[in-house]
């Protein structure tokens, strides 16, 4: 597995973000992770922008605004003791914390645990990146979690508030699998779950919605290995349609392969839409980019534009887009706090547009 690079930081470093850091502990006491001591370290202002909360660890920042206040949906890294390996088992999480805020740099509130692992009925292990949606009153969160064989797939849980406490269903959502959902609502009032990602995500194992236990990996001259799309019945409990693959494509219209792994999708789906076009963005995983296509359709083709987030302090990288009263923001993660791969912190960032359509890259460091 790729070695994050080494990021660490001196205790002083240490003092100072926790200062800068804005977190409203009010509701859960602080839980005590390890920091990072290391010595080599990076500068708290070198980086482009400071963790949003330090008395946990959070990944996957999956953002909405909901009744004017930014919620943001992340997993909850947890010091477990798993060792590391390829199929992320160090990525051993138990539940999910959900943070909100009413403006970028205001205080930021940890709702507390809003739903563990041992109330979810089939799961076995591992909560990883989630995502919300609100309709029929309602509040949906969605969640990628391994089931009793070890198979990944995605279950819903409900909620009056955004903030949850969540309730989840008594199973996962039929037809449902791999890991990283995104819900997208159109402007229709349709609702998509985008999911998807490889290696541990384990997407390498279906074929046309079949589980073969024995699915590997492409080979480097092979077809990349596509994320996958389903529009959601009106119960949001539910698919309308069978899932189908999100085709990406370059400039020419060909897809790409596993040897293109710069810009081949890897995991880490989302889609937003700006000015009346539909932007798809995925991490490249073992590249470590956030790259970002764009289309006419939420089902795609997405023709590849570029990269949004360069490589982060860590292996990992996922976002969100969010709007909001029109300034555009991107939500994503690095390992300023720790220095450890699963161990991680969730910042926010403004991201620009230029006059075509195109986003400026981001730097995570300066
Ligand atoms: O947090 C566990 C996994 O790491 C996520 O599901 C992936 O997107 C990666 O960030």
Request: with cysteine; charged share 20%; hydrophobic share 35%.
């Given at each position: 597995?790729f070695?994050?690079?080494?990021?660490?930081f001196?205790?002083?470093?240490?003092?100072?973000?926790?200062?800068?850091?804005r977190?409203?502990?009010a509701?859960?006491?602080?839980?005590?992770?390890?920091?990072n001591?290391?010595?080599?370290a990076a500068k708290?202002?070198?980086?482009?922008?400071?963790?949003?909360?330090?008395?946990?660890?959070t990944?996957?920042?999956?953002?909405?605004?909901?009744?004017?206040?930014?919620?943001?949906?992340?997993?909850?890294?947890?010091?477990?003791?798993t060792?590391?390996?390829d199929?992320?088992?160090?990525?051993?999480?138990?539940?999910?914390?959900?943070?909100?805020m009413?403006s970028?740099?205001?205080?930021?509130?940890?709702?507390?645990?809003?739903?563990?692992?041992?109330?979810?009925?089939?799961?076995?292990?591992?909560?990883w990146?989630?995502d919300?949606?609100?309709a029929n009153?309602?509040?949906?969160?969605?969640?990628?979690?391994?089931?009793k064989?070890?198979?990944?797939?995605i279950?819903?849980?409900?909620?009056?508030?955004?903030?949850?406490?969540?309730?989840?269903e008594?199973d996962?959502?039929?037809?449902?699998?791999?890991?990283d959902?995104?819900?997208f609502?159109d402007d229709?009032?349709?609702?998509y779950?985008?999911?998807?990602?490889i290696?541990?995500?384990?997407?390498?194992?279906?074929?046309?919605?079949k589980?073969?236990?024995?699915?590997?990996?492409?080979k480097p001259e092979?077809?990349?290995?596509?994320?996958?799309?389903?529009?959601?019945?009106p119960?949001?409990?539910?698919?309308?349609?069978?899932?189908?693959?999100?085709?990406l494509?370059?400039?020419?219209?060909?897809?790409?392969?596993?040897?293109d792994?710069?810009k081949?999708?890897?995991?880490?789906?989302?889609?937003?839409?700006?000015?009346?076009?539909y932007?798809?963005?995925?991490?490249?995983?073992d590249?470590?980019?956030?790259?970002?296509?764009?289309?006419?359709?939420p089902?795609?083709?997405f023709?590849?534009k570029g990269?949004?987030l360069?490589?982060?302090?860590?292996?990992?990288?996922?976002?969100s887009?969010?709007e909001?009263?029109?300034?555009?923001?991107l939500?994503?993660?690095?390992v300023?706090?720790s220095g450890?791969?699963?161990l991680?912190?969730?910042?926010?960032?403004?991201?620009?547009?230029?006059?075509?359509g195109?986003?400026?890259?981001?730097?995570?460091r300066?």
């Amino acid at each position: 597995m790729f070695l994050p690079k080494s990021l660490s930081f001196y205790t002083a470093a240490l003092v100072l973000s926790l200062v800068f850091t804005r977190c409203n502990n009010a509701e859960t006491p602080a839980t005590a992770e390890p920091a990072n001591t290391d010595s080599s370290a990076a500068k708290t202002n070198d980086y482009l922008s400071q963790p949003l909360v330090s008395h946990i660890y959070t990944a996957d920042p999956s953002a909405h605004v909901f009744n004017g206040r930014f919620y943001i949906y992340p997993s909850h890294d947890t010091a477990t003791g798993t060792p590391e390996n390829d199929n992320g088992d160090h990525f051993n999480m138990m539940d999910y914390h959900i943070l909100s805020m009413d403006s970028i740099g205001g205080p930021v509130t940890d709702h507390g645990v809003a739903l563990d692992i041992k109330n979810i009925p089939w799961a076995g292990r591992q909560l990883w990146a989630p995502d919300a949606a609100f309709a029929n009153n309602t509040y949906y969160l969605y969640f990628p979690v391994k089931d009793k064989q070890d198979v990944f797939r995605i279950g819903v849980a409900s909620s009056s508030k955004p903030e949850g406490p969540f309730v989840a269903e008594k199973d996962p959502l039929k037809g449902s699998y791999s890991i990283d959902p995104c819900v997208f609502k159109d402007d229709d009032g349709k609702y998509y779950l985008y999911f998807g990602g490889i290696w541990g995500g384990q997407l390498q194992r279906w074929n046309n919605n079949k589980y073969d236990a024995a699915g590997s990996l492409c080979k480097p001259e092979e077809p990349a290995i596509l994320p996958r799309v389903a529009r959601l019945s009106p119960d949001m409990k539910s698919f309308a349609e069978p899932v189908k693959e999100v085709k990406l494509v370059d400039e020419k219209g060909n897809t790409y392969f596993e040897k293109d792994n710069d810009k081949r999708f890897f995991e880490a789906a989302w889609l937003h839409k700006y000015k009346g076009k539909y932007y798809f963005s995925y991490s490249t995983g073992d590249t470590h980019n956030i790259c970002y296509a764009t289309g006419d359709s939420p089902y795609g083709p997405f023709t590849y534009k570029g990269i949004l987030l360069k490589p982060v302090d860590g292996w990992t990288n996922h976002h969100s887009i969010v709007e909001k009263d029109g300034k555009w923001y991107l939500f994503y993660h690095d390992v300023q706090l720790s220095g450890k791969t699963h161990l991680r912190n969730v910042k926010v960032a403004p991201l620009q547009y230029n006059e075509d359509g195109t986003i400026q890259t981001l730097s995570a460091r300066k």
